[in-house]
């Protein structure tokens, strides 16, 4: 699944926070995306994910336009259904995880593939249960959100999304709201899904390692831009911009 | 003047058959006010603006307006256009439309505690809108209001009073008639009040078990972390 982004802007008020992005990202290529926080890492996501719109430029999955359609020369909000099926290729897991606080860890699962798959109850619970065992939490099935530790509900939260089996998953700074020693166990998950998916992966992170050793590829972004796109090794041991060169050695000197 | 027991027993079933109708008016009119007021919320949250129009403007007409003046309106103005209900039916429609738009606004309040991230997990799962609303938002927007429900249900019984003014024989319609044709106020006022309390009071518990009971499933569900 190609994700391409050409000339794509987004400002909130007077505040530019993506100037001009192109990006393409062939299939089943592991993306980190890194660099300082306002840097416009979240709002790239957030714009794949159609929670926001670009004030310009475009996006295309597969060549599909994302969220907006052509008539004449002219870009018009797709209509709802098509939106749908082209938002369908791709999955999301937040940084603050969004669990349904009233349903259990399997019932979350289910939700969606019930709902927008049209998979029968068996079928999908049978699925949720097979991708809590993927994600290590089998004896958690019949749990509330409320009663599972952060990496827990980060985990639930990965197994949800993967349950609509997306072409293009998002990772959104999955650890930046965990306790320390919680981050490991979330990490080790999506390095597992990443080693063992085709999926196309696009990951905001701040965890400098796991971004190296995940990725085919890595972009450094600053101030609305891309500033550095090459791949991981590259970019962690010989960087060639400045300012890439001063971010790495901030966090990395920590 | 002093308490005719005898004449309060005398006078005690046909009090009974107004709290009938008062009790009828009241649950009638609340079950229209819960349906209306949901479909105004999410009416007055839609992506469409002539839509969120119509619903603010529904909104502010019936708050901004008396239940009595619009009791009448329906009552006696609904017959020219070719509509004739019965009192007792136009008296649960004037309560309904008029607590929509009081609901509308418990619904808001509970829509508006879901988290913004409920929504865009909702998106991100692609979910319809329809699900988003039925299965991710609402079910969280219920229970804090629920305690604003009740004191809604307690206020529209009371309100349900006006409907006498439109010849409907509530409570308190029976109670004047009563004092108007025997001339003896004390014993069907006594009673009157006695019954406005006790139901007051038991709708009072009803909502309250039933708060209690939405606030332990939401603790069940929402223990903290060990």
Redo the contacts between chains.
């Keep these: 699944m190609t994700l391409s982004m050409r000339a794509v802007s987004k400002s909130y008020g007077p505040l530019e926070v993506l100037r001009s992005i192109d990006l393409t990202v062939p299939l089943g290529q592991k993306l980190a995306i890194i660099g300082p926080s306002g840097s416009g890492k979240t709002t790239l996501l957030r714009l794949v994910m159609t929670l926001e719109k670009p004030d310009s430029g475009t996006i295309e999955v597969d060549g599909e336009l994302l969220g907006a359609r052509r008539v004449g020369d002219k870009l018009v909000p797709d209509d709802p259904k098509h939106l749908r099926s082209v938002r369908g290729k791709i999955g999301m897991v937040f940084q603050d995880f969004n669990l349904f606080p009233r349903m259990t860890a399997l019932q979350n699962i289910m939700l969606a593939p019930i709902e927008v798959l049209g998979m029968t109850r068996a079928a999908a619970e049978a699925r949720a249960r097979e991708l809590l065992g993927v994600v290590g939490l089998s004896e958690k099935t019949d749990e509330y959100p409320r009663k599972l530790s952060g990496g827990q509900q980060q985990r639930v939260a990965i197994a949800r999304a993967l349950a609509m089996q997306p072409e293009i998953m998002l990772f959104d700074e999955i650890t930046s709201a965990l306790d320390p020693e919680l981050i490991g166990e979330v990490l080790r998950v999506v390095r597992k899904i990443a080693r063992e998916t085709s999926m196309t992966m696009l990951i905001v992170t701040h965890e400098m390692n796991f971004a190296k050793d995940i990725s085919d590829r890595v972009i450094f972004m600053d101030g609305g831009r891309i500033v550095e796109d090459t791949g991981p090794e590259t970019m962690f041991t010989n960087p060639t911009n400045e300012r890439t060169r001063n971010f790495l050695r901030a966090v990395l000197d920590r | 003047m002093t308490f005719d027991f005898g004449f309060a027993q005398q006078i005690l079933p046909t009090l009974v058959d107004g709290a009938r109708i008062t009790f009828i008016a009241t649950v009638c009119g609340m079950t229209l006010a819960l349906m209306g007021g949901l479909i105004l919320a999410v009416v007055r949250m839609s992506q469409v603006r002539v839509l969120r129009w119509i619903g603010n403007a529904y909104v502010e007409f019936f708050r901004d307006t008396p239940l009595l003046i619009q009791l009448f309106f329906l009552f006696y103005v609904l017959p020219f256009w070719g509509i004739t209900l019965p009192a007792i039916a136009t008296g649960i429609l004037g309560l309904g439309l008029n607590y929509s738009a009081y609901t509308a606004e418990i619904y808001r309040a509970g829509i508006e505690s879901v988290?913004r991230?409920?929504w865009?997990?909702a998106?991100?799962?692609?979910?319809?809108s329809r699900?988003t609303w039925r299965?991710?938002v609402l079910?969280?927007a219920y229970p804090p209001v629920v305690p604003m429900f009740g004191n809604n249900l307690i206020g529209m019984f009371k309100d349900s009073m006006l409907l006498s003014t439109i010849t409907v024989l509530e409570l308190f319609a029976v109670t004047n008639d009563i004092g108007s044709t025997t001339y003896r106020y004390l014993e069907p006022f006594t009673l009157l009040g006695i019954i406005v309390l006790s139901l007051s009071l038991g709708g009072a518990w009803v909502v309250n078990t039933l708060s209690k009971r939405v606030a332990q499933a939401?603790s069940?569900?929402?223990?903290?972390?060990?």
Excluded: W
């Design positions: 988290p991230g409920q865009e997990v998106t991100a799962l692609n979910l319809s699900t299965r991710v079910p969280q939401e069940t569900s929402r223990q903290p972390g060990h």
